[in-house]
């Protein structure tokens, strides 16, 4: 790694990187605050069912405990599109964006070998989507504990980030080796944005349909489960060799595609 290289990376991703960080505390802010809420709207609806479907209907809503409702929100639309706002802008700009900028010339004119390029690159990435994970539990967690609507502590909430960042850092660093291969930003854009939603919809539709569960393996989101961590079973180890393997073979990949690759700059 450069650490040159590192601190350039930072100081030119530091003003976006702030703005989701601050989006995502104020959406775990938000969902913590409108649980309360949310919890007397259902138990006035609850009168309405037999009492022996209530706890059934409770669950399957979310909302039963805080809990519960939290690992919603880490399955949510705006958290989603928070994270992957990082993790595919990041993973195209890495290299596609500076070929496609004129940049990258200059960059490798010192002397900087190519792997330590995508590296630096990486981590780059891969922290700011930890701070994004660290951003989201202060907000939903601060607030739950202000509001004492928290009762299964710290570590459920620190295990449901690990496996956001895994996820998402899976996600960008499959677009760092899209990037590596190709000379427009827009393309690495286009194949990460449809890597991930083809992703969601792919788990999405297995939890639905009983023949597509042969292929749900294949979406990333499979290994992915906030709510059940929240809910208070073990993180499956299984999901984190699963997605931090992609991680790792995307990077080396992304690595091994750029030094090999021949470029007129």
């Known amino acids: 790694m450069n650490l ?4 350039h ?3 030119s991703a530091w003003r976006f990187l702030t703005l989701l960080c601050l989006g995502l505390l104020l959406f775990g802010v938000l ?4 649980f309360p809420s949310m919890q007397a709207s259902m138990a006035e609806m609850l009168r309405m069912v037999p009492s022996f479907l209530q706890p059934l209907v409770r669950s399957r809503a979310g909302i039963d405990t805080f809990e519960g409702f939290a690992g919603m929100a880490f399955s949510h639309p705006v958290l989603l599109a928070l994270f992957a706002a990082w993790a595919i802008a990041r993973g195209s700009q890495a290299i596609a964006g500076e070929i496609e900028a004129g940049t990258l010339g200059w960059m490798l004119s010192y002397p900087l070998d190519r792997v330590a390029f995508v590296l630096s690159k990486a981590l780059v990435l891969l922290v700011g989507a930890a701070l994004l994970a660290v951003s989201l539990i202060a907000g939903l967690l601060g607030t739950a504990e202000a ?3 928290a009762h ?42 449809g890597l ?5 919809l792919l788990n999405y539709v297995a939890e639905l349909w009983a023949p597509a ?5 294949l979406s990333l989101f499979a290994y992915y489960d906030p709510k059940g961590v929240l809910g208070g079973a073990p993180l499956a180890l299984s999901h984190l060799l699963v997605l931090g393997g992609v991680m ?4 080396a990949g992304a690595a091994l595609a750029f030094r090999r690759r021949d470029l007129s700059i």
């Open 4 to 7: 040159d290289l590192i601190r």
């Open 9 to 11: 990376e930072a100081a």
């Open 31 to 34: 969902m913590s605050a409108l």
């Open 147 to 149: 509001l004492d609507i």
């Open 152 to 193: 299964a502590g710290l570590r459920p909430y620190l295990l449901a980030g690990v496996e956001t960042f895994m996820l998402y850092g899976a996600i960008g660093a499959l677009t760092l080796c899209i990037s590596a291969m190709v000379s427009e930003k827009g393309k690495a854009v286009l194949a990460g944005t």
């Open 196 to 200: 991930l939603l083809g992703s969601f």
């Open 213 to 217: 569960k042969a292929v749900r393996f």
């Open 248 to 251: 790792v073979v995307a990077i």
